[in-house]
Structures are given as C-alpha cells and as structure tokens.
C-alpha cells in the first residue's frame, strides 16, 4: 500500500481501489471476523494513507454488503448466516443458466478481443485447472483467489459488464459468508469442490445445460459442506 495519496483524482481512485481490495481480502482471510468493527481512522492509520479514499472505500465494500455502518462509531464486518448463503447460491445460479444459454445462443463467438468462443473459453479453462488443483489440495486462499478469476472470465464472454459484476460480487458475497466457516476445518483436502474444467468443457461442446447441471451440483455441494461445518 503506498504511504500517501499524491495529487489527483486519479491517485485517490486508485488508492480507495486499493483499500478496498486489501480489506476485502483481510474479510476473505477472516484476519477481520464478522462483527468486528473499526474506524475510518484505524485503517487509515494500518495503511498510511489519509481519510478520504478510506472513507470512500469502506462505503464502496457496504455497498457491497461486506461492511455495515455503525452510527457514530464506524464500520463492522457484515455477519452473514446459512440463509443468506441459501440465497446466493440461487441467485448465481440464475445468472449463470442466463449467461450460458446467452453465450451459446449468442452465434457461440465470444466479443473478446475478436477471438472465437473455443479460443477464449480455453484461457478460461486454464485458470479453471489452477482453481481445481488449490481446491483438491484444499488450499483455501489460492483457491478463492482462482475462483473469483475464473467466474469473472467466464461471464465477461458473455460482454455483459452488468451481469459480470453482478455475478462477481454475488461470488465474493457467498465466499465471505463460506470462509466465516471454513475457516474452522484443519483439513478442506478432498472436500471442496472441483468441476472448474467440466463446466468449461460442456460450453466448449456447446451444452450450456449440461454446464448448468454442473453448476447445481457445485452450488449443493457447498451448501452440503457449509451445513456440515456448521453442524461439527
């Protein structure tokens, strides 16, 4: 993190993108744990910068339902339940069945610096095969780091940026909520879930129901996991 804002807007923007990447990951990796609250002040201070772009980030990462306002006292980690993850995982589920039937029906050509849909969906797939070796490692940071990546290339194929960012920020939602109990098993090796590859494979084969029942059985299979965790 650099130690002070320089001049300009565009320094200030991209220091208040940098907090807000940095925090987000600090929520990722539960070093800040659901209801924990802070100050404007305190990261400012953590990070050496001044109170304006922090100020803006943490309202950017409320509007994203990773923080709450506390009146007159700051901000807190949002604490999400089982419920909530109920529901996002519906929801990515709607966005993707829409993207891929899009994506196929769409003349099956990606709008991605003019290349075909077989040659964007195989970068995809490439970070699709890092994903799916931190996931069967059980390497739960590497693998979110992946994850967020390899959705947010997919959808971008679709050259929607309005449902990409939906569905990326539903993914950093349901993963803050996953990792709040993740975080409590010694061991995820041979638990998490690892189809990355299948679901760009069954596009590839232009079969986006096929990718869609592949994304079902992801989305119940982390639920599955979240239950059981919650449940030990």
């Given at each position: 993190m650099p130690g002070s804002t320089g001049n300009g807007a565009v320094t200030r923007s991209t220091l208040r993108q940098q907090v807000a990447d940095a925090l987000r990951d600090e929520v990722l990796a539960c070093r800040l744990q659901p209801g924990q609250e802070f100050t404007v002040k305190e990261i400012a201070e953590q990070y050496g910068v001044s109170a304006t772009p922090v100020r803006e980030a943490l309202v950017d990462l409320s509007a994203q339902?990773?923080?709450?306002?506390?009146?007159?006292?700051?901000?807190?980690?949002?604490?999400?339940?089982?419920?909530?993850?109920?529901?996002?995982?519906?929801?990515?589920?709607?966005?993707?069945?829409?993207?891929?039937?899009?994506?196929?029906?769409?003349?099956?050509?990606?709008?991605?610096?003019?290349?075909?849909?077989?040659?964007?969906?195989?970068?995809?797939?490439?970070?699709?095969?890092?994903?799916?070796?931190?996931?069967?490692?059980?390497?739960?940071?590497?693998?979110i780091g992946y994850d967020l990546r390899f959705w947010r290339e997919l959808s971008a194929l679709y050259s929607n940026p309005y449902l990409a960012d939906f569905l990326h920020r539903l993914r950093v939602q349901s993963w803050v909520c996953a990792v709040q109990h993740l975080r409590r098993v010694t061991e995820l090796k041979g638990r998490l879930w690892c189809g990355y590859t299948d679901v760009v494979d069954a596009l590839a084969r232009r079969d986006p129901a096929a990718a869609q029942v592949m994304v079902a059985a992801y989305n119940a299979h982390s639920l599955a996991l979240l239950e059981r965790v919650a449940a030990e």
């Open positions: 339902g990773l923080l709450d306002a506390v009146q007159h006292r700051g901000f807190e980690v949002h604490a999400y339940s089982l419920e909530d993850y109920r529901g996002m995982i519906e929801a990515r589920g709607l966005v993707t069945d829409g993207i891929f039937r899009l994506l196929i029906a769409n003349g099956g050509e990606a709008v991605l610096q003019g290349a075909p849909l077989a040659a964007a969906l195989a970068a995809v797939r490439r970070r699709g095969e890092e994903a799916q070796r931190a996931a069967a490692a059980g390497e739960l940071n590497v693998l």
